[in-house]
């Protein structure tokens, strides 16, 4: 890339950036004057509250999507893993080997996700779409439509643990953002996913093993829903099929809002996705705060996903244009 | 320029998006008087959209603007069955202090953090519908439902001149269906002894399924002469399975709640009655029962620092038939719920 390049695309991303805070800025100004409420301590927390399973999703999403992929398992996988968890802590399992047993799950689900894509061929939305389903219907079948609760008081109790003022999901999630957005740019590994997303067949004859690179891919995912799952029953001490509901298609729009596109492999960036995370929580609740109507806060959250997808694609036209 | 045009679009859609917030409706009404602070009451609901839910939402409406126009009344809630996303409304709508919470819940035990919390803050909370038994909230508004369920046991026996063998279609596990199905064989045990429930299906709520079980249940035992459906589903899968046996005259089916379907079947005669509650009803009361919680008297209540409320208030319900679908009014009803944006 000479240098001409690499300015441009620093510059294309920068724009993405600043448009987004702009926008963030804008929709926080006009809340903080419409409501009293908005800027106060409770209502920051609550915010950060609502969309923190989806933030930590859509690490794990930002780097299936620039892989070229895309995983729709995790709306079965979110309430499966709170539900599993639930059942194995009611037989007296320790915490510490529940835990493991789910995460060890989801990432054997990852890796069917993927040999299915693989060796069938198809496209990962189906893919990842059917598995959802199956799973739904696994919960479905286990709780008989109730939710599980009565757990261990132990566990309750992890509910109202605060680490520095903070729940443990919380702490989860900057711990897990911080080493996405290190690695991101300095990790061999994650600077392959943009090499095989962008160009898997020079990818591979690069040398890079492709095929490992997917299943991990998928199982990062995977795992990373199973911990918003676990997260979930912590938090509400309690674990239903329901959990989750349609938590794909919120953690694809943070992915995409923030700049990753979902038509090109190998291109975008755990920065994006960090400030797209920002800006679908502060909109969701700013819905609430203000009270308009549901339908205008889908035709809304629609709205934005495809300004971001314009954006992003305009702008590599325009790239493409000019070199 | 592209970019300008990119930013331009952005600001327009962002604005206009703002700009439909202004007018967004948070319903205020009623008559004037005496000027008094503003009170602001959040119906928090699973599903939001819901017929049913959207009944509930009008009384409330009313019941706020027969108090007074210094009430404004919201509906919240996620559009899909997610207890978590509906926990997560509940603390949003805590944030925004406001005079009182009615909230059905998803499930029984997951809103009890969050309804805790509201409470915790001073805001009362009273249940409506489906209930956290649980959470602390003040009052429960909802449905008898094993009163439900004996209405129908009544008009069955009165329809099978007291003697036969039934069944019932119905989900397990789900708790207001288990107490339906419940309260329908308690009042045949004791009323009507010649009735025989012979067989309980799981029809997986869903009316294909329900068509399925009725269809292998009416083949196996073709002496069955009534079927009550403890959901809304049930009763038009029901029919399809009589109809297509040819035995839509011997069997008399019952179903609950209503649907256009079930409209439909009813003024065809298809099938014979379906049991509603009073969702407009429910959610006027649990209004009421909201702002009587806000407004404590001198005299303290059960539940300081919150006013006198009652632990508990059933809508009732009643037999709906083709033949009270006759009149216009009636009919209008079912058939235009309000729409609430």
């Known amino acids: 890339m000479n240098k001409r390049e690499r300015i441009f695309s620093v510059k294309q991303i920068n724009f993405h950036y600043l448009v987004l805070l702009l926008l963030i800025l804008i929709v926080t100004g006009v809340m903080a004057v419409r409501s009293p409420y908005f800027l106060t301590g409770s209502n920051l927390q609550v915010l950060i509250d609502t969309f923190i399973m989806e933030a930590i999703m859509a690490l794990g999403m930002t780097m299936v999507i620039i892989s070229g992929g895309i995983d729709l398992t995790i709306a079965g996988i979110l309430p499966f893993s709170s539900i599993v968890l639930a059942l194995l802590l009611m037989n007296k399992v320790p915490f510490a080997a529940a835990v493991l047993l789910v995460l060890l799950a989801a990432a054997v689900i990852g890796t069917i996700t993927n040999t299915l894509r693989r060796s069938l061929h198809l496209h990962p939305m189906v893919v990842t779409m059917a598995i959802a389903a199956v799973l739904k219907g696994v919960d479905l079948t286990i709780t008989g439509g109730s939710a599980i609760s009565g757990l261990p008081d132990s566990f309750v109790r992890l509910g109202s643990v605060r680490i520095l003022g903070m729940p443990v999901s919380w702490i989860v999630y900057i711990i897990l953002a911080i080493i996405f957005l290190y690695f991101s740019k300095n990790n061999r590994w994650f600077l392959q996913v943009f090499f095989v997303g962008g160009n898997e067949d020079a990818a591979r004859l690069s040398g890079i093993k492709v095929e490992a690179l997917y299943r991990n891919v998928y199982i990062i995912s995977a795992s990373l829903a199973a911990v918003a799952g676990i997260l979930t029953a912590i938090t509400y001490s309690s674990a239903s099929y329901s959990y989750g509901t349609n938590a794909d298609l919120r953690v694809i729009t943070t992915v995409a809002i923030g700049g990753t596109s979902l038509t090109h492999g190998g291109s975008g960036s755990v920065a994006g996705t960090l400030l797209g995370t920002l800006f679908m929580a502060i909109i969701y609740n700013a819905f609430v705060m203000s009270g308009i109507s549901t339908y205008y806060q889908d035709v809304v959250t629609g709205a934005f996903l495809i300004l971001a997808v314009l954006l992003s694609e305009g702008i590599k036209v325009l790239k493409e244009r000019k070199s | ?341």
């Open chain 2, 1 to 341: 320029m592209k970019r300008k045009i990119a930013l331009g679009l952005t600001l327009a859609v962002l604005a206009s998006g703002l700009a439909g917030c202004g007018n967004a409706a948070p319903q205020t009404s009623g008559t004037g008087g005496a000027a008094k602070s503003e009170e602001l009451y959040s119906m928090v609901v699973f599903t939001k959209g819901a017929e049913y839910f959207n009944w509930c939402y009008a009384g409330m409406k009313d019941a706020a603007a027969s108090i007074g126009d210094h009430i404004t009344v919201e509906l919240q809630g996620p559009a899909e069955w997610d207890a978590s996303l509906e926990a997560r409304t509940v603390e949003q709508v805590t944030a925004k202090n406001p005079t009182g919470i009615l909230v059905a819940s998803a499930d029984e035990t997951t809103l009890n953090a969050a309804i805790g919390k509201a409470l915790d803050a001073g805001i009362p909370v009273i249940g409506f519908d489906s209930d956290a038994a649980e959470s602390g909230r003040l009052s429960y508004v909802g449905t008898d439902n094993y009163d439900f369920g004996a209405t129908a046991a009544k008009s069955m026996a009165e329809m099978l001149g007291g003697e036969g063998e039934v069944a019932i279609c119905m989900v397990p596990g789900a708790i207001a269906q288990e107490e339906r199905a419940e309260g329908f064989k308690n009042w045949l045990e004791e009323n009507a002894p010649d009735i025989k429930v012979v067989s309980e299906l799981n029809d997986e709520g869903d009316v294909a399924k329900s068509e399925t079980v009725c269809t292998a249940l009416l083949q196996s035992n073709p002496n069955i002469k009534g079927i009550f459906s403890t959901h809304g589903y049930g009763a038009p899968g029901a029919a399809a399975a009589a109809r297509t046996l040819n035995m839509l005259e011997n069997v008399v089916i019952i179903g609950s709640d209503y649907s256009s379907a079930v409209i439909e079947l009813l003024q065809s005669g298809d099938i014979e009655g379906t049991v509603v509650d009073d969702p407009y009803l429910i959610g006027y009361e649990a209004f009421m029962l909201a702002y009587a919680a806000a407004h404590p008297t001198a005299v303290p209540s059960a539940n300081p620092p919150f006013g006198h409320v009652p632990p508990v208030i059933y809508g009732g319900s009643q037999l709906l038939t083709g033949e009270m679908l006759e009149d216009e009014a009636v009919l209008a009803k079912y058939q235009n719920p309000p729409a609430v944006n």
